[in-house]
């Protein structure tokens, strides 16, 4: 352990109109609580299309995302959720650029936060009275000032709210702050007051509805993607769930955001493998050695995956064309690559390459991405079980929760 003479330097990238921000937020008091920490806010805009490519679907999901993981944690979130207009947002933007102080701009982007997502009349009756109490910095001054924050923190490395900055590494909301506090731990950062794990888990959470159909084996649908390093490293352990609940599950694999016409800046794509290197050592999954599957390797190694399903094979072959792709290095548009992947998931290489044409039709991996486009999604992992759908290897351990109250009153 390191000894520390001067607190832990954190930069907050905070935007008002983010449901994952405001839940970070309100970790942030036990945090300083627990640990020696300097907080330094910086407000953001959205990040340009190539990093948000869909606005609409993202809110989506970070208001229905709040609202579940509030069931879950002992952090507020309103449950009828809804959308801040982009008047309101700005607003809220304006009046937070004129916090300079750090305590004064937590308690006011806290209180903001609480009505922002609420109702609407009170939402904007909190942001006359905030705005009132300072002196605002002009509409084009304040989008400049926004613009130049972004842009900065893209030169940092990342392009998302809800992150933390410290000593060259990044911590996305709740669900990074295991990983910051390790951190600070080993620094020598730790004070004697506070009790590590800032993030607070409710003692019992509220419960959430599952309907599902009251005999039979049911049906967990995951969508995958081969080249997608969070739905590798949720694999194993989403079939190891299903196991435990006596689920069948439906693989779903979809074609990459790529194919799909969402390109991925080289930032985004060097921060998901930097993060997902830290996930594996947290889940004890394997990840480091990768190669891009993108091309003809993909197709190839998709084109496969109907003979392996027919096979009955279809759990094996995943697990082991994502280890090939993220573990083992394999370039799957060689023969021989696929030749490994497919007898290790016991499946006959040669019979198996038969099926793997690079212009084979892959329009059932379009029908999966269709899917869900209808739960407002595009990116892997995602779980759909009954009525509830939830998404990101992060939410594995709800999933668990949300099943086990489900499964336990199934008669």
């Known amino acids: 352990m390191f000894a520390t003479a001067a607190p832990a330097q954190l930069t907050i990238f905070h935007r008002p109109d983010d449901p994952w921000s405001l839940l970070l937020l309100q970790c942030l008091p036990r945090l300083a609580a627990c640990y020696d920490v300097s907080l330094r806010f910086v407000t953001v805009p959205l990040p340009g299309p190539e990093f948000a490519p869909r606005p609409d679907a993202l809110m989506a999901n970070g208001l229905r995302d709040a609202v579940d993981l509030c069931r879950h944690l002992a952090l507020d979130f309103p449950a009828a959720a809804q959308a801040p207009s982009a008047d309101e947002a700005f607003l809220a933007a304006r009046i937070l650029l004129a916090r300079r102080d750090a305590a004064s701009y937590l308690s006011t982007a806290l209180t903001i936060g609480a009505a922002l997502f609420g109702p609407r009349d009170p939402a904007q009756a909190t942001l006359a009275r905030a705005e009132k109490t300072i002196a605002l910095p002009d509409p084009d001054t304040a989008r400049a000032q ?239 079980i009954g009525d509830y759908m939830t998404w990101g290897q992060d939410r594995l351990w709800m999933l668990d929760s949300v099943l086990q109250h489900a499964l336990e009153r199934r008669p």
């Open 146 to 384: 926004l613009a130049e924050n972004g842009a900065a923190q893209q030169a940092m490395g990342h392009y998302h709210s809800a992150m933390i900055h410290f000593e060259g590494g990044w911590y996305w909301g709740v669900d990074r702050l295991w990983h910051l506090e390790n951190v600070l731990i080993n620094r020598g950062f730790r004070r004697g007051t506070g009790v590590p794990g800032v993030v607070p888990r409710r003692a019992e959470p509220i419960r959430t509805p599952l309907a599902l159909p009251p005999e039979g084996e049911p049906e967990l649908r995951f969508y995958c993607s081969f080249r997608s390093p969070y739905a590798y490293l949720a694999a194993a352990r989403t079939f190891a769930l299903a196991r435990r609940y006596r689920l069948r599950v439906s693989p779903r694999l979809i074609i990459p955001m790529k194919m799909a016409g969402f390109a991925i800046p080289k930032i985004k794509a060097d921060y998901f493998r930097t993060d997902c290197a830290r996930e594996g050592l947290r889940h004890g999954v394997d990840f480091g050695h990768f190669t891009d599957p993108y091309g003809p390797g993909l197709r190839r190694a998709m084109a496969i995956f109907p003979h392996a399903q027919a096979q009955g094979r279809a759990e094996d072959y995943i697990l082991s064309a994502m280890r090939g792709v993220w573990v083992d290095g394999l370039d799957l548009a060689e023969d021989a690559a696929l030749s490994i992947i497919t007898a290790r998931a016991g499946i006959d290489p040669d019979d198996a390459i038969r099926h793997a044409a690079p212009d084979a039709d892959l329009s059932w991996a379009d029908r999966h991405r269709d899917e869900l486009a209808r739960y407002d999604q595009y990116a892997a992992p995602v779980f759909v």
